[in-house]
């Protein structure tokens, strides 16, 4: 499975973003896509993941009641809307997939990563 992220920019404090990730390849063993950021000097962290099929959403603490993930309406992709953004939302986005039911924020159980799409808000 390759994954490719999508979507990213600058945007003011108080906007909106919505980044994809396209799917592409053997897209038959997704079993879940995530959502991760890493902002510099940080450790990569959880944001939000989604079942591919049935829709069971995941999200951090951080961007919950902010950020919605969804399938998206194109074939095979997944999107993350992100209102209300905040400037310790800077980050660089990545998706990835998890080939089965394992912990949803848990970095070491995702593969296949994209390379990455800047967000960055300005204050």
């Known amino acids: 499975v390759q994954l490719q992220a999508s979507g990213g920019g600058l945007v003011q404090a108080g906007g909106s973003l919505r980044l994809s990730c396209l799917a592409s390849g053997r897209t038959f063993s997704l079993y879940r896509i995530g959502w991760f950021r890493q902002a510099p000097g940080k450790d990569r962290e959880f944001v939000s993941a989604i079942n591919w099929s049935g829709g069971v959403t995941y999200y951090a603490d951080s961007v919950k009641g902010r950020f919605t993930i969804s399938r998206g309406s194109a074939k095979n992709t997944v999107s993350l809307q992100m209102n209300s953004l905040k400037p310790e939302d800077t980050a660089v986005y990545y998706c990835?997939?998890?080939?089965?039911?394992?912990?949803?924020?848990?970095?070491?159980?995702?593969?296949?990563w994209g390379q990455g799409t800047l967000v960055t808000v300005s204050s």
């Open positions: 990835a997939h998890s080939p089965g039911n394992f912990q949803p924020s848990a970095l070491k159980w995702y593969g296949s």
